[in-house]
């Protein structure tokens, strides 16, 4: 029998990161009763099996309307396809009608989740060792993971209390310069990110472009919760405001639509020139990291979403009036059970952001959030939560993440409370 050394596989087999995430997984598996203020996914109750047929349709009778004969359907939605997909032009439209976002079907990849187009940007830029990718601190561990299975290596960019200082960005890319290494990217989710809630401000949104072109580098946008903000006033994606050709913009239909499509895409817009004089878009060249990963995107996972956009207009605002609203009701919810729970925060040496949108708010405790915190939660308090310190390189041991989006508001108000007594048990 062939008996494996663990310390010989691929160091991301060993990922402390992932492993952390199979924790939670197996704490939520074991605990099934527990109130889960972890679960960072959508609300089972906007979700109906019933639908797909429906979208199904909905996409082929767009398809015969665009012209296509309806014997083309079985091999468009059951053979293999385009590696970029066939929602390029969809995409682009409602770009256009939710985002103000400009770009040309050619210029979007339809991928495997959004997690797929990580992979597929960070292997396309990333061309040798001294190649790093920067990330704003604590960060979504996806693009941190994606990173490790590339090896390629992550450099934090601290946020500030109030959010990214895109002064600490240009900091960033040079001491990475000074260290003999290339700074090819920054990752930023500018909108609620994940796991803080913060956002950025329209006046950093801009200074970071401005820094991004002095610095020579791209920004990869990801943006899965910029629908869900709690008031309707406009926040424009970096990639509206790019005039420059600096921003990748990294999309997914997890939360907008449904997970378990997993369909997502990216936008890159930007021109590459070959030494023969030949010009395509980034696009067109990172087909070819894709096609070695899964080929193409399910046609029929594509048709889904496509029937979708065209139901709702080509407008993922228009689709997401009642996500929106719930979410807006869950994240107020949560806040105001914070207060309620909480009424001598300062003197507890409890304190919490107050995120102006998505899923998501961070809670700073006085005793460490660690795994054994988290176990003893579940099992006495029956509550679930996220320790921070999985969102940094190091730091964040003594706050921990609460998300808001996957239950009904009332269960929100008693995890809350379970969780005021665990802390106030083991203070």
Known sequence: MAVLSREALHASVRDPEATSMNFLNEVAERFPDAISLAAGRPWDGFHD????????????DHLAASGMPPERFGALLMQYGRTNGILGGLIARQLANDEGITVPPEAVAVTSGCQEAMVIALRGLCAGPEDVVL??????????GAARLLGIDVVPVPEAPGGLDPAAVAAAARAVRAGGRNPKALYVVPN?????????????????????????????EDD???????????????????????????GSFAKSCF??????????DQPVLAHDGRRTL??????????????NTSPVAQAVIGGLLVEAGCSLRTANRARTAFYRRNL???LAALEEHFPNAAGQGVRWTVPSGGFFVV?????????????????????LWTPMRFFYSSGGTHALRLSCSALEPGRIGEGVARLARLLADNG
């Open 282 to 295: 980034l696009a067109e060249e990172l087909s070819a990291v894709k096609s070695m990963l899964t080929v």
């Open 332 to 334: 107020r919810t949560l």
């Open 224 to 250: 899965p919760y910029g629908l869900f903000g709690l008031d309707d006033e406009p926040r424009p994606s970096l990639k509206a405001l790019d005039r420059n050709h600096r921003v990748i913009y990294l």
């Open 49 to 60: 099996p019933a639908d797909l047929p429906r979208y199904l349709r909905v996409f082929q």
């Open 259 to 268: 997970p378990g499509a997993r369909v997502g895409f990216l936008v890159a």
């Open 192 to 220: 609620f990110s994940n796991p803080s809630g913060l956002s950025l401000t329209a006046a950093a949104r801009r200074a970071l472009l401005d820094i991004a072109e002095a610095e020579n580098l791209l920004v990869l």
């Open 135 to 144: 990330a704003v601190e604590p960060w979504y561990v996806g693009i941190t």
């Open 363 to 383: 809670l700073e405790v006085p005793v460490p959030a660690d795994e054994k915190l988290l176990e003893l939660s579940a099992e006495r308090y029956g509550v």
